[in-house]
T-cell receptor, first 111, second 117 residues
Framework: SQQGEEDPQALSIQEGENATMNCSYK?????LQWYRQNSGRGLVHLILIRSNEREKHSGRLRVTLDTSKKSSSLLITASRAADTASYFCATLKDQGGKLIFGQGTELSVKP | GAVVSQHPSRVICKSGTSVKIECRSL??????MFWYRQFPKQSLMLMAT?????????EQGVEKDKFLINHASLTLSTLTVTSAHPEDSSFYIC?????????????FGSGTQLSVL
């Protein structure tokens, strides 16, 4: 079963707008990661936030983590058409290093 | 950053044939690699963990005789879909972690789209 659930499942915005995606998870975590997947391709790691962190920035990306609510959000500011992709959150299943992915949000940024 | 190469990118085969997918870590050694499966518009489902020099560990519900995994070297893991059937058609993705580094992120291959006729 999937560890995380994400919403919205799909998001369509205009270039320049901000995009916010949310992720909820079920078990305790050491960290939560966000990945991006272009259609028909592998995944690319975007950002990792540790359980003792509440917010993290990387370029136009801002990630928050609320361990009390078991949720995280990914904000992409000033979106571009090239940001069009699916975005997944992921958490470690166990000590074996296995990553379990959420359902993903399909983001479409229209020029 | 670390590079994971996956081949082939696309396979079309007849029902009943076996298909081998290769996953290579190009600039690092990976004692562990992970194989995922993804259906259209869905998330990645972890299939198995490939361990160099030992047997793979499979997730619940994944048939180990159907999906053979071999991790013969520190840079290569292979997934063989045996006697493939149309329901095995899917996007298969491998990943590995660069254990030289302390972070926990995964590097992914570009995926293999398998279509079984």
């Amino acid at each position: 079963s999937q560890q995380g659930e994400e919403d919205p499942q799909a998001l369509s915005i205009q270039e320049g707008e901000n995009a916010t995606m949310n992720c909820s998870y079920k078990t305790s975590i050491n960290n939560l990661q966000w990945y991006r997947q272009n259609s028909g391709r592998g995944l690319v790691h975007l950002i990792l936030i540790r359980s003792n962190e509440r917010e993290k920035h990387s370029g136009r990306l801002r990630v928050t983590l609320d361990t009390s609510k078991k949720s995280s959000s990914l904000l992409i500011t000033a979106s571009r058409a090239a940001d069009t992709a699916s975005y997944f959150c992921a958490t470690l299943k166990d000590q074996g290093g296995k990553l379990i992915f959420g359902q993903g949000t399909e983001l479409s940024v229209k020029p | 950053g670390a590079v994971v190469s996956q081949h082939p990118s696309r396979v079309i085969c007849k029902s009943g044939t076996s298909v081998k997918i290769e996953c290579r870590s190009l600039d690092f050694q990976a004692t562990t690699m992970f194989w995922y499966r993804q259906f259209p518009k869905q998330s990645l489902m972890l299939m198995a963990t490939s361990n160099e020099g030992s047997k793979a560990t499979y997730e619940q519900g994944v048939e180990k005789d159907k999906f053979l995994i071999n991790h013969a070297s520190l840079t290569l893991s292979t997934l063989t879909v045996t006697s493939a059937h149309p329901e095995d058609s899917s996007f298969y993705i491998c990943s590995a972690r660069d254990q030289r580094k302390s972070n926990e992120k995964l590097f992914f291959g570009s995926g293999t789209q398998l279509s079984v006729l």
